[in-house]
């Protein structure tokens, strides 16, 4: 129910805008978040959005570099990624949480894209 796309290979400095669609009415009712992981890595939260698009989270380490947004009427959550990183390098994925606040925890999120591999050279 959950589709990413937009990753790929960037140079360090380079930008990328990853895309989350989903599919199903209930959209507009559930907190989304991207997660990466890098290999030999945990699953870590990169930023969430609530449902309104109202409420959003990032981690310090893509503080002013990556930005969520939503467009509940296309179904689909945006990642816009500047000034990548070497560190950025990973598989991103988008997940989905019926919750009503911004939960940033993986056992939250029980709707699972496929994941988008994002490789930064430097």
């Known amino acids: 129910q959950l589709q990413a796309s937009g990753g790929g290979l960037v140079q360090a400095g380079g930008s990328l805008r990853l895309s989350c669609e989903a599919s199903?009415?209930?959209?507009?009712?559930?907190?989304i978040a991207w997660f990466r992981q890098a290999p030999g890595k945990e699953r870590d939260v990169v930023c969430a959005?609530?449902?309104?698009?109202?409420?959003?989270y990032y981690a310090d380490s893509v503080k002013g570099r990556f930005t969520v947004s939503r467009d509940n009427a296309k179904l689909t959550v945006y990642l816009q990624m500047n000034n990548l990183k070497p560190e950025d390098t990973a598989v991103y994925y988008c997940?989905?949480?019926?919750?009503?606040?911004?939960?940033?925890?993986?056992?939250?999120?029980?709707?699972w894209g496929q994941g988008t591999l994002v490789t930064v050279s430097s």
């Open positions: 997940a989905a949480a019926n919750d009503a606040g911004l939960p940033i925890v993986k056992f939250r999120y029980t709707k």
């Open positions: 199903g009415r209930s959209f507009s009712r559930y907190a």
């Open positions: 959005v609530s449902w309104s698009g109202t409420n959003i």
